[in-house]
């Protein structure tokens, strides 16, 4: 069950009611999504296994600290012992915990950041060159990861783990599918974005942030534009160079590299 969001609910914006209005369309099946619920992306982050959360009990020192959720999905807090923290985001998990912490502390108030966020899964496929399941780092760019960083895996990163796309790629329609939140419906949200505008205009707020979970489709054009390939091999989505196989009637085969473009 897919419910089309464009750009709107992927980018790190925030938009009126008047705006997501215009811009949501939501199938028949589908969840439902209240207008009010889609926030700036950094509310939509889904906990998971690796997730270090530093939990501050406002007035309880002996609970502040910094708390990891296992490889099941849990955070081992005081009192209440395993709690199954995965597939949530940080709001929800503080709502539950102020809830359940009542029998414990009088009027808890809790307070949840990320301190140290987990390696990311994506898929990406169509028409790209090394399509698959790659991991991305925050921190990770150009090949390089700073452990300090916080920089979280983008749209182009991805790929430009996958070396780059097809000529036949119609980088106007890439589509990303990803978990949504169950506190904004649940199901899963699709984004159709035009990373032209990226390449041609500069605009990267089309350069949207990736979840860990997420699909990412490149779509097929019969229309191969010749804009389009100079663009891209223009820029550093694309290998520095390229391996061309010559063979037949030549002074010298084999294989030859190529520099981009």
């Known amino acids: ?8 609910s992927l980018v790190d ?21 209240k207008e009010n619920i889609v926030k700036r992306v950094s509310n939509d982050y889904i906990l998971g296994p690796g997730d270090k959360l530093f939990i501050n009990f406002e007035g309880l020192d002996i ?29 929800e998990l503080v709502k539950e915990l102020e809830n ?49 960083s916080i920089y979280p895996p983008r749209l182009f990163d991805a790929l430009k783990m996958v070396k780059g796309v097809t000529n036949n790629a119609d980088l106007s329609n890439i589509e990303v599918i990803r978990l949504n939140p169950k506190s904004d419906g649940g199901g899963l949200i699709k984004a159709e974005i035009n990373l032209l505008d990226l390449l041609l205009k500069g605009d990267q707020t089309k350069n949207i942030r ?36 010559i063979t037949g009637n030549v002074q010298k085969v084999g294989l030859f590299k190529l520099p981009r473009g």
Do not use: H, M
């Open 100 to 148: 359940i912490y009542k029998e414990y502390i009088l009027s808890p108030n809790i307070f949840i950041s990320v301190s140290y966020y987990r390696s990311i899964n994506v898929y990406v496929y169509g028409e790209v060159k090394t399509p698959g399941l790659y991991t991305l780092n925050y921190g990770q760019k150009d090949g390089t990861i700073e452990a300090e």
């Open 1 to 8: 069950k897919i419910s089309t969001l464009l750009l709107l």
């Open 63 to 91: 609970f502040t600290e910094e708390y990891t959720i296992d490889p099941d999905g849990n955070l081992y807090l005081p009192e209440i012992e395993y709690y199954k923290s995965e597939g949530k985001t940080v709001a």
């Open 13 to 33: 914006n925030t938009y009126s009611s008047e705006d997501i209005k215009k811009n949501i369309s939501i199938s028949s099946s589908s969840p439902v999504i």
């Open 210 to 245: 990736l979840r860990d979970g997420d699909k990412i489709k490149v779509n097929r054009t019969e229309q191969v534009l010749k804009d389009q390939i100079l663009a891209i091999n223009k820029t550093n989505l694309t290998p520095n160079e390229i391996g061309v196989y």
